[in-house]
């Protein structure tokens, strides 16, 4: 009975609370659609094979030491961003989700330096 | 830019003269040569003028670089080795780093790189000299081989493991602990500066480390040495060039039974292949500048496609000019003696013809048709 009358209470709780940050949240993950879906076609062109968005990029080693600066060249020249030190690091390209979301962070810190 | 590039080849021009027999001979350049050519920026002319560079394109550093290269392998070979290493410090330093060491290399001071080891030749997975913090500096331990310009050099750009993967590192020549033993006895590119590196426990400070972090191997010296294949392909379209000219003017003025020999039709028949070598070169190379200029990631196969073809056209097409010249080409020393010997390096340095055939043919892999269900469904 009190379960019963809390749930309600508690269900529009976490609606009401997840309205707000939920647009801030979907923000990024739209912003990231056009990214992820030119990896994809980035990817599929380059290996005639269809990739899923986290499907690991080099998980059976197939993907040859070109591959990997490809990937760089491709991203910088794509999405205007420079990668450089440690975010060389191969788990930065393992897959399409992991490459959209360093692409979104070194947009948005490019455009803060920029301000 | 291209005034600069006019510029630049009229120095190269004036700085060689007629001296690039003597020096493969002597089996050294004059340092004030490279001194001279360094703090005009023109051994790697394609740092930007921020940093005191010529901030020539890929297109026409290519071009700077060919004109080099038809005139001398050796300096064309140091060419290399300081735009390798101004393109490593470009790529994997921090902006403070970049700011600090490119003035230096497009200022005078000379630099080489270091890959190969003697177990690490074409795998250089198998690098095995060391890096490993102490402190705040770096202690560095291995010995390199056949590090072009070394001898000349001031500044070492050492490729090593680190942490869990691999970084760069810059070593001044005259640190303790480091060996630069001379190969006095190259088969090409005589007066190029090759040297063993040997390195004991040298120590330079931690901000010596490009980019401040380990890196995988594999995408460093990949990253590293395109740059190196771009120049290198770059120089053979020099070679095709010096040796194109000295067999036409040879066969155009050398007369055998009455006539010139070129008029003979299997002399003619090595001039046509020598332009067309030349050619093709020329044109692989300009596709392959054009897609670093354009940012493109086609640039990566490019660059191998470039280096292959043009290391293979010059070596045979070096080949085919010393049997136009004859007698006349046999003296050591002179054009098509040296794009003999030269070229022949240039199908072994920065990838060899195999492990490049290797690149290209797993390309050629990726870009076969294949189930095209995706990875995870199958």
């Known amino acids: ?76 020249k794509s999405f205007g961003i420079s990668i450089r030190g440690t975010d060389l690091r191969l788990d930065n390209f393992r897959s399409v989700t992991v490459m959209t979301a360093m692409v979104l962070r070194l947009q948005q810190a490019a455009g803060g330096q920029d301000g | 830019m291209a005034d600069r590039l006019a510029a630049a080849v009229a120095a190269v021009r004036s700085q060689v003269g007629d001296r690039a027999d003597g020096w493969d001979l002597a089996g050294l350049i004059p340092e004030p040569v490279l001194r001279e050519l360094g703090a005009a920026g023109l051994l790697c002319a394609q740092v930007p003028a921020a940093y005191g560079g010529q901030g020539l394109s890929s297109l026409l550093g290519g071009e700077l670089t060919a004109e080099t290269g038809r005139l001398c392998s050796s300096l ?27 003035p230096q290399l497009t200022g005078g001071r000379l630099a080489a ?131 194109l000219a000295e067999a036409s003017r040879h066969a155009a003025t050398r007369e055998q039974f009455g006539r010139p020999i070129g008029a003979h039709q299997l002399v003619a028949g090595h001039l046509a292949e020598l332009l067309v070598a030349e050619q093709v070169a020329t044109r692989v190379c300009e596709h392959a500048s054009r897609c670093w200029d354009a940012g493109s990631a086609e640039q990566v196969i490019a660059t191998v496609l470039a280096k292959q073809v043009a290391a293979r056209s010059a070596a045979q097409a070096a080949a085919t000019a010393v049997q136009v010249l004859a007698s006349a080409g046999a003296r050591d020393g002179g054009v098509v003696a040296r794009a003999y010997r030269d070229a022949k390096l240039m199908e072994i340095i920065e990838g060899s013809n195999e492990l490049l055939g290797l690149l290209l043919a797993q390309h050629a892999l990726d870009l076969a048709p294949k189930d095209l269900t995706p990875k995870e469904e199958r």
């Open chain 2, 113 to 243: 790189v270091g890959f190969s080891e003697s177990a690490a030749g074409s795998d250089l997975s198998a690098i095995s000299t060391t890096v490993r913090a102490d402190g705040d500096e770096l202690v560095l331990d291995g010995h390199k081989r056949w590090m072009t310009a070394a001898h000349y050099a001031d500044l070492l750009v050492v490729f090593g493991r680190y942490e869990d993967g691999a970084a760069a590192v810059l070593v001044p020549a005259d640190a303790p602990g480091v060996r630069i033993e001379r190969i006095t006895d190259p088969l090409g590119c005589r007066a190029a500066g090759h040297a063993d590196v040997l390195l004991e426990g040298v120590r330079v400070p931690a901000g010596h480390l490009l980019g401040g972090a380990a890196l995988p191997l594999p995408l460093l010296v990949t990253t590293a040495l395109a740059y190196g294949r771009m120049s290198v392909a770059w120089g053979c379209v020099g070679i095709l060039r010096a040796t």
């Open chain 1, 1 to 76: 009975m009190t379960t019963a009358d809390h749930r309600p209470t508690a269900d529009t709780t976490t609606a009401a609370t997840t309205t707000a940050p939920g647009s801030a949240a979907t923000g990024p993950a739209d912003r990231g659609e056009p990214i992820r879906k030119e990896l994809l076609r980035f990817l599929e062109s380059r290996t005639r094979t269809s990739w899923l968005p986290d499907t690991d990029v080099f998980a059976d080693g197939g993907q040859s030491s070109l591959f990997a600066m490809e990937l760089v060249v491709h991203l910088e």
């Open chain 2, 76 to 102: 064309r070979s140091v060419q290399t080795s300081q735009g390798m290493a101004a393109w490593t410090v470009e790529r994997f330093g921090t902006a403070a780093q970049q700011r600090h060491w490119l």
